[in-house]
């Protein structure tokens, strides 16, 4: 007689290593289930805490290497501010200290936002202008002090038992150039600034530094220092054989009004110190330019040459050539050419920032736009530049 237990496993038609291995196999199944679910789980709480640690960093008040994020708010409430006033987000924002705008200030106008800056900047260096050629520095005080050595270390030589007698000291001089302030009054009507297809950015860029870049050339030559960078020209001039540092040395044509002989040219070249010579650049307008293209050698051949590539100067007696409309024209006891390393001879000192202030109220219908800079300039190393004067001493 078999027992309950016997006959409800005879029923279910099961062996007991069956019921084992169905057992097994339901456990497995349970199992995996359950680690399907605890690795979906734990996939998404390393996804939130990824998404909060990228939050918490972006919200860190630091500067970051890449201004890519800030551009777009700051370029989006400026152009609120340009076309109607709107001068909210301006005031909401806060600038990147590593980015070019560094404060807000509504009284004074609000700062341009970076690209529109560097869109300035990329143009005033591609002008036709001193800058083009001297060392550019930016700073953030009112003045920019340059050190130069001006004489040399004296030195000697010495036995091994023999007295070392005492050398010369160098002579050092500091030139301060002091910044000004630059402006541009650019104005537009309201009905345009209400256009949203009016790219006012590109508009303010071009007109401001069409302005710049016309007041900054004509300073950097011929810039008395009153309000304005101190041009090259406006320093004392004194015949080279008798130069001193604190003027610029010239080279006379002797013959006035005119180059006369073409060895001036030479004479110019190798008026300056060989150390200066490898990046020196000749200076003039077209109006010189369009006289000493045509001069010959004895033997019949161009001292000017066409750049061979686009882009590239042309060159006179094998050194780049400058057009600067600024400098004067051939006439008597003009210094119609210059020549020198302006990269060593001349600094450019300026801020990095650009200020706009708008005026819907002063020339109604239009919308004025006040515009300003700092910059200035001036002669650094007074050996680095030679002049020739068409005269006949």
Do not use: C
């Amino acid at each position: 007689m078999s027992t309950p237990e016997t006959k409800a496993r005879a029923g279910d038609g099961l062996s007991p290593a069956d019921e084992m291995k169905t057992a097994l196999a339901g456990f497995v199944n349970d199992f995996k289930e359950f680690q399907s679910t605890i690795h979906t789980k734990i996939e998404n709480q390393e996804e939130r805490l990824t998404m909060l640690d990228r939050k918490n960093m972006t919200s860190v008040n630091r500067p970051v290497l890449s201004v890519a994020h800030d551009e777009a708010p700051h370029q989006k409430a400026f152009d609120a501010y340009v076309r109607s006033g709107d001068d909210d987000g301006l005031r909401g924002l806060e600038l990147d200290g590593k980015s070019m705008s560094t404060a807000v200030n509504s009284d004074g106008g609000y700062l341009v936002d970076p690209q529109t800056s560097e869109t300035i900047n990329s143009v005033l260096h591609s002008t036709a202008s001193i800058r083009a050629i001297a060392t550019v520095v930016n700073v953030e005080a009112t003045s920019y002090d340059v050190i130069v050595d001006h004489g040399d270390m004296g030195s000697g030589w010495a036995s091994e038992g023999g007295a070392m007698a005492e050398t010369d000291t160098p002579q050092i001089d500091r030139i301060s150039i002091p910044l000004h302030e630059l402006s541009a009054l650019p104005k537009a009507s309201q009905r345009l600034l209400d256009d949203s297809a009016f790219d006012i950015e590109s508009w303010l860029a071009g007109k401001i530094a069409d302005k710049f870049a016309r007041s900054e050339a004509a300073a950097f030559v011929n810039g008395d220092g009153t309000d304005k960078p101190t041009g090259f020209l406006t320093h004392p001039a004194v015949d080279n054989n008798v130069w001193t540092w604190g003027g610029l040395g010239y080279i006379a044509t002797e013959t006035p009004g005119g180059l006369g002989d073409p060895d001036k040219l030479v004479e110019v070249v190798y008026a300056l110190g060989a150390e200066y010579r490898a990046n020196a650049t000749f200076v003039m307008n077209s109006k010189t330019a369009g006289e000493i293209r045509k001069v010959k050698d004895a033997e019949g051949r161009f001292l000017w040459s066409d750049g061979l590539a686009a882009g590239e100067p042309a060159r006179l007696l094998g050194y780049p050539v400058l057009i600067a409309e600024d400098m004067p024209d051939i006439a008597d006891n003009a210094y119609a050419i210059a020549f020198g390393d302006f990269a060593a001879g001349y600094t450019v000192a300026e801020r990095p920032d650009l200020r706009i202030l708008r005026d819907p109220f002063s020339a109604k219908p239009n919308v004025l736009f006040y515009a300003t800079k700092r910059v200035g300039g001036d002669v650094s190393d007074f050996k680095a530049i030679k002049l020739l004067k068409f005269a006949a001493s």
